[in-house]
């Protein structure tokens, strides 16, 4: 396995950190070259990475043995971020690039971000390290507080699979199975420890050649054709059916294929924000709007249903439990999911009634079905349109809720192409449009408060290139948490635009402190206390100019925003990094604040 001659994959992101001396470009003779190189071989154009003494020796072997180009380092302020950019990565392209952690208080430091990418089932390579394990070798102090007996116990109960390899040959056998493991469904992160011996020791002979893509066998886990066959004369059959469209992949050709199967079987759909677009909509068959809590129109679908084709929905007995009774109609469940289930996360949530269970793949199941269906689909029914006009804008002097924010926004953004690469728990479906499976692509996965930016980030840095805009609307206390990845996208020249739904409070809190109150007959006016992020206010906009990004605000009216959003604007499609700080009231709107008080909703700003 060669390095690859290659540059990483945006020249622009490349030039800005250029080696001062040629590297190297011999044959592998530290263990740490191996890695690099099994590294290079799998193509993985990236490593997030903040810095540490544990793998110093990586370190060196990618800058001068690899030149820093293939994977390049992405430098970040800390961990967590780090691992959130490889995951956003992820989320735009269906594949693992790497993260670099230092030791255990690196590790540490990313478990959030880990949980984030786990809950939400996207490949991550993460590369750790450890002081010596011969104790003889450790430096005093330093080295005995950074090494771990077992380290990959930290995340072992959320991630797919760690190891901790004891030779340059082992390791590069453990990033082939890493990186394989990570990239098959279910996804999710893998974790390898390299030992600073292993790393920093010479090779004593090299090892043998070999070709990294034959340890990477494309696995497509399809559903047999049986269930596929029951499952297609089921929803063929069916006078109301109903899809829940899950976890689905961004591919446009299976978007397709998901409104070909639909409108085959002439099938109501239901998408959430929890996982990215998965249906259009604005399609006369889409149900109501997409949110992160089920809503009285999803309910009511439920239990009208006759047949339920649930497509990975994320929380499918929790979207039951919500609608108070167990669905009548036949379900069929298409899903991977419980292969990562354990006994320590309940991430699994809870255990639905299934009439048809089909273990594979999501996407390659409704192209299966399609094809089951063939020329017995139905003949398409007259369905009112749903068009998604842009309403009017409030007044210039008007003060802003979420919805409003949300308006200028589209108004401002007009018909470019953009992708929402995070929203703020203040959002609704109901604010925007998803026509393309780029429209959007999901939350954060765990409900990790602070994953916002970070994700974003990363999905910028996939986006870079396409045409395609990233735009990220995080709530303050997401983006104050999080908010050193703005370092990293302007660093690295990764154009994106920040809207910060600024309702200084971690306001879904007041929301519970209320309901508390309430029901203990105390004094609801208090519920503000230990939630409120001001007295001072944060400047977010001197917050993001201090890290280089262009920041504008406070905006405390719609004509204050919609002259930020303008001037933002044009900084990004310049190829800058923009933050604008929309001071909104707190609150939700009238949908989401039902739904939410129906789920009881997580914390959040």
Not at 25 to 52: K, R
């Amino acid at each position: 396995m060669a390095p690859k001659s290659t540059t990483a994959k945006d020249p622009d992101i490349h030039k800005v950190e250029r080696l001062q001396v040629p590297y190297s470009t011999n044959a592998p003779a530290f263990g740490s070259d191996v890695v690099a190189e099994t590294l290079s071989a799998l193509d993985i154009p990236y490593i997030a990475l903040n810095p540490g003494a544990s793998y110093r020796g990586l370190h060196d072997s990618i800058v001068n043995f690899l030149g820093n180009e293939q994977p390049q380092m992405i430098l970040c302020l800390h961990e967590e971020a780090a691992v959130a950019i490889a995951h956003g990565y992820a989320k735009v392209t269906g594949k693992a690039m790497g993260a670099a952690v230092h030791s255990n208080v690196g590790l540490f430091h990313a478990t959030m971000a880990i949980f984030n990418a786990w809950c939400d089932r996207m490949p991550i390579l993460i590369l750790g390290a450890t002081g010596p394990v011969d104790a003889m070798k450790r430096r005093p102090w330093i080295d005995w507080i950074h090494t771990a007996a077992d380290q990959g116990a930290i995340i072992r109960n959320f991630s797919k699979w760690d190891d901790q390899p004891a030779s340059p040959g082992a390791a590069r056998e453990s990033v082939l199975r890493a990186y394989w493991l990570a990239n098959t469904a279910p996804c999710g992160p893998t974790y390898i420890n390299l030992d600073a011996e292993v790393q920093e020791a010479k090779l004593p002979a090299p090892l043998p050649p070999i070709d990294a893509k034959r340890y990477m066998p494309p696995v497509v886990q399809g559903p047999s054709a049986d269930l596929v066959k029951k499952a297609a004369d089921l929803l063929f059959n069916a006078k109301k059916p109903l899809i829940l469209a899950g976890r689905l992949s961004r591919s446009e050709a299976n978007w397709k294929k998901r409104i070909e199967l639909a409108e085959a079987i002439d099938a109501k759909v239901a998408t959430n924000l929890k996982i990215g677009a998965a249906f259009p909509t604005d399609h006369p068959l889409h149900l109501g709007q997409p949110a992160t809590f089920a809503t009285d129109d999803l309910i009511n679908a439920v239990k009208d249903a006759d047949v339920i084709l649930s497509l990975d929905w994320v929380d499918l007995g929790g979207t039951f439990k919500a609608a108070g009774f167990t669905p009548s109609a036949t379900v069929i469940q298409v899903t991977l999911d419980q292969n990562l289930h354990n006994g320590w996360s309940m991430d699994y949530e809870g255990l639905p009634p299934v009439d048809l269970f089909i273990p594979a793949e999501t996407d390659a199941t409704v192209e299966a079905l399609v094809a089951a269906i063939g020329s017995r689909a139905k003949p398409k029914k007259p369905h009112a349109a749903r068009p998604h006009p842009l309403k009017e804008k409030p007044a210039a002097d008007s003060q802003m809720a979420a919805a409003d924010m949300a308006n200028v926004l589209r108004h401002a953004i007009g018909d470019r192409t953009v992708c929402l690469t995070h929203v703020s728990l203040s959002w609704h479906g109901e604010f925007w449009p998803f026509r393309h499976p780029l429209d959007y692509v999901g939350s954060d996965g765990g409900g990790g408060v602070g994953g916002g930016p970070g994700i974003s980030v990363g999905a910028a840095l996939a986006l870079k290139g396409t045409g395609r805009m990233a735009v990220a609307v995080c709530g303050d206390g997401d983006f104050m948490m999080g908010n050193t990845a703005v370092w990293t996208a302007v660093h690295y020249r990764i154009p994106i635009l920040f809207v910060v739904a600024n309702n200084r409070s971690f306001y879904n809190d007041e929301v519970h402190q209320e309901r508390v109150a309430v029901a203990r007959n105390r004094p609801v006016d208090n519920k503000w206390i230990g939630q409120r992020i001001s007295d001072p206010d944060i400047d977010i906009a001197t917050v993001s100019r201090g890290q280089g990004a262009k920041g504008f605000g406070p905006c405390w009216n719609a004509g204050e925003l919609e002259k930020a959003l303008d001037e933002a604007i044009k900084v990004v499609e310049a190829g800058g990094v923009a933050v604008v700080d929309a001071r909104i009231l707190g609150g939700y709107s009238p949908a989401t604040a039902a739904a939410m008080a129906r789920g009881k909703a997580d914390r959040g700003s």
